[in-house]
């Protein structure tokens, strides 16, 4: 068992700090008031809100073992950490945008930066340790917030 951790201990480090960074993040939804969100047209496709917290957790573990491997990769370039720390850095700053500030056009603009910035890392991550394998779920998921959000705020022109 000590054998398996000493293996996996970047991958293990990177999902607990990204596990870690997401919490925090989505506190920002906890302290919110949520009832404006609840107020808001959603389009039919819309999940139910527990769906999240599930999601977001195996994506977060997902997206910590793909910066372990890139910890762990000696070709990688510093462009692929710039660019997993532009799109983290988006991530994180969606639900305090969308949900504490209630700002739904920020956070749009937010997750399409946050799609464009994970499309150029899956692209460059080609060749790096099956990085760009683990964050294909993220970006689907990604894609499916992002239609969410358009059509929320598409849907809520104030």
Known sequence: MLSLVKCYYAEIIGALVCLSLGFLSGYSVKISDLSWYAALNKPSFAVPNWVFAPVWTVLYISIGIALGRMCKDKNNKGRLFFLFFTQLIFNLLWSPLFFYY??????????????????????????ASG????????????????????????????
């Open 131 to 158: 990085i760009g394998w683990l964050l294909l779920p993220y970006f689907f998921w990604v894609s499916f917030a992002a239609v969410l959000n358009a059509s929320i705020v598409y849907l809520n022109p104030s």
């Open 102 to 127: 209630q700002r739904i056009d920020l956070a749009l603009y937010d997750i399409i930066l946050l799609w464009l910035t994970l499309l150029v890392l899956i692209g460059s991550s080609r060749r």
